[in-house]
């Protein structure tokens, strides 16, 4: 079943627990996180108390996706806060293997991200076989609500086809622009998690359930 990641970022944060709660029931679902520096990316968004919070506030796993120069130093600092995958991006480290390999002592899934500018074969044969999920941004990350690139779907069947010839298994996800205009083929591309804000969160909280199985379908 394709995970469906909500992207709190569209949510309404002053009422953040019942927008948790609108989701309660909902199988192969994990909150995505956005975390942005004003850096990495020229936004900003939140960080480690609203993190702490939300990850206590639900049972569904959450997958932070750090949009930071430093993700070192959240890796660090956030271990204790229970987020179920730490993403990072490819563009802002140096050793990402062995950022990977730090991560794993502590998160169960480690994901590495890749801005639209960046090809898929800057990620090693050796960091796909080490990673559990590649994150393939399809809009330029720092904002919700832009407009999909279609440049993804070839960037999600490439990582497909290598992760077939390496026999492993990390998951693709795919996030910004994602719709049900565009999810049936993202999944018949490769896609197996999809990230989405404002599709989802632009509705009434009642009907979030049914967006999210929209995506699906
Ligand atoms: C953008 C973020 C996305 C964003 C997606 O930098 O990484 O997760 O919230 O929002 P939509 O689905 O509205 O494009
Ligand atoms: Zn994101």
Redesign the pocket.
Known sequence: MTIISP?L??CDFLNIEPELNAFNGQNDLWF?L?IMDGHF?PNLTFGHPVVELITKKTTHKCDA?F?VTNPEFHAETMKSFGLYNFTFHLEATLDSLGLIKELKKNYPSVGISIKPCTPTHKLSDDILKAIDLVLVMS?E??????SFMPSSFDKIKELKSRRDSLKTHFEIQV????SNKNSKELIEAGADNL?????IFKNSREDYKKAVDSLRT
């Open positions: 992207s970022l569209a995505h956005d990316v996706h949009m809009v990350p720092g904002f919700g609500g832009q996030d910004g622009g994602v990230v989405a804000g404002s599709y």
